[in-house]
């Protein structure tokens, strides 16, 4: 089915295929699972299905309050339509709890609630390592307008009120999470949307109780039961209806 499909281009994560219609494209999962700059990888049967779903959700609770986003509607198992955008080179990351490389960064403890929600920028270049970047660095090199930028930041912090009430409400603590966007044009003018994907693999989830993680750093940081972890997630959400198949490996 995916073989005569035109390839548009081939991520860590997922590939896009070209659309039913102009303006559209198809977004795939794949099972891959990379981190520390593609330098550690591995293959995680199921994930890809799990990580469809769990976007799906989010990105269609999302829009349901007004948060608009390119997810038009799931095709199957591993496959989404959405609508094709001009993707922005940047990774936009809120935190709410330092973790991960503001830990590193700043010498702050894991697991310390920040003062504030914090947004960052990083610039999208593997060859890079995804540079954390500024506001003047993504003026200057034109990477986005100010204006943007402005909605990037407004946008994202709309995303982190709503995700952490509706983990919080399953008893999952949202850490911090990365997000991207992209310009959809209407005639001269364009707008931002949020693009890609909202999972596991793009987020830090903690089990509010138990502080367990349920997210990618238990493959970063080799803890183990990393589809076990991805599939409680999807179970607490509500959406676990088709995930037993996925755990047995059946899935493709
Ligand atoms: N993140 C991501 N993709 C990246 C880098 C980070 O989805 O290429 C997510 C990561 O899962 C975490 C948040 O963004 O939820 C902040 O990540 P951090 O900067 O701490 O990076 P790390 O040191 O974990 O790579």
Redesign the pocket.
């Known amino acids: 089915m995916t073989t005569r499909r035109k390839k548009i281009y081939e991520g860590k994560a997922k590939i896009l295929y070209e659309g039913p219609e102009p303006g559209t494209l198809i977004q795939y999962f794949k099972d891959d699972a990379t981190?520390f700059n593609a330098q550690k990888k591995a293959i995680l049967e199921g994930k890809g299905v799990i990580n469809n779903r769990i976007s799906e959700y989010i990105m269609t609770r999302l829009n349901s309050i007004g948060v608009q986003n390119h997810f038009i509607r799931r095709l199957n198992l591993r496959e989404q339509l959405i609508k094709e955008v001009e993707i922005v080179p940047l990774?936009v990351?809120v935190?709410n709890i330092a973790?991960?490389?503001?830990a590193?960064r700043l010498g702050l403890t894991e697991g310390q609630p920040l003062p504030r929600s914090i947004i960052e920028f990083?610039y999208k270049d593997d060859k890079l390592g995804?540079p954390m970047v500024s506001e003047e660095h993504i003026t200057a090199f034109n990477w986005a307008a100010t204006q943007e930028i402005d909605d990037m930041m407004a946008t994202a912090l709309r995303v982190n009120d709503y995700l952490s009430g509706l983990f919080s409400a399953v008893g999952i603590t949202l850490?911090?999470?990365?997000i991207e966007f992209g310009r959809i044009y209407e005639g001269d003018f364009s707008r931002i949307i949020l693009a890609d994907e909202i999972s596991p693999?793009?987020?830090?989830l903690w089990d509010t109780v138990t502080n367990e993680k349920l997210?990618?750093?238990r493959f970063?940081r080799d803890l183990g039961n990393v589809i076990e972890s991805y599939t409680e997630v999807a179970r607490r959400l509500g959406i676990m209806k088709e995930m037993p198949t996925v755990i047995q490996g059946g899935v493709h």
């Open positions: 981190a990774e990351v935190r973790a991960g490389s503001i590193t990083y995804d850490v911090d999470f990365k693999d793009s987020c830090r997210d990618k750093d970063r």
